[in-house]
């Protein structure tokens, strides 16, 4: 099951991990991590125990309305 897991493309995952983040959005994962401390209560933000998840549509929609990040 694990490797079934493992196997799902980011572009289909419902959240992604910050590296995932990091790597799906061409952003580095120091810059994604300031992001989430700035608004550590933002929408795009799913706390799974102590491990922050990026729900990747959300996330998309707040980088659409950037204009810098």
Do not use: C
């Amino acid at each position: 099951m694990n490797n079934y897991l493992e196997s799902i493309p980011f572009w289909e995952k419902y959240a992604l991990t910050v590296n995932e983040a990091a790597a799906y959005f061409h952003i580095g994962d120091k810059k994604l991590r300031e992001i989430i401390a700035d608004d550590p209560e933002a929408d795009y933000l799913l706390k799974v125990g102590s491990r922050q998840m990026i729900k990747r549509k959300r996330f998309e929609q707040f980088i659409d309305r950037q204009s810098a990040l």
